[in-house]
């Protein structure tokens, strides 16, 4: 007489029993099972505090942080105090390339206005200058 085991191997179709799988492979084809791509924790997550690798930390997101000040601070200062904003985005420009972010526009645009705001504040003092010396009562 046929065990129930025996007979229900025998079927076409049938569905493969525990004892089919021997030496981690898979009983249709032969084949190992697939392992995961990372290891994993016996409980499925890893504990809260024991982390693999550094914490999650983008050092380029502050980088360009500072980038974003300086290209700010250089096209308010092109219309409005010039030589406070563009040595603001020049100090900007150079903590942003200190974290790897290269920010040429902040600093060429801050030395820009830099430059151009003292030429102005120069012209108005020689202005003033001119103006009390020659600009008497006319007498």
């Not at 924790?41 to 693999?52: I, K, L, T």
């Not at 600093?107 to 600009?135: E, H, M, P």
Request: neutral net charge; hydrophobic residues 40%; proline residues 9%.
């Amino acid at each position: 007489m046929i065990s129930q085991r025996e007979a229900g191997m025998s079927q076409a179709g049938s569905e493969p029993q525990p004892e089919q799988q021997l030496n981690g492979q898979h009983a249709f084809a032969g084949q190992p099972y697939p392992q995961p791509l990372y290891p994993q924790h016996p409980y499925g997550q890893q504990p809260y505090g024991e982390q693999d690798g550094p914490p999650f930390y983008f050092p380029d997101l502050e980088g360009a942080n500072f980038k974003s000040k300086a290209t700010t601070y250089a096209v308010i200062g092109i219309f409005f105090l010039g030589i406070v904003f563009g040595p603001l985005a020049i100090r900007n420009a150079g903590r942003a390339e200190a974290n790897g972010v290269p920010a040429t526009f902040g600093k060429v645009a801050g030395w820009i206005v830099t430059v151009l705001s003292g030429l102005n504040i120069l012209f108005w003092v020689v202005v003033l200058i001119f103006g009390l010396i020659y600009g008497g009562s006319g007498r």
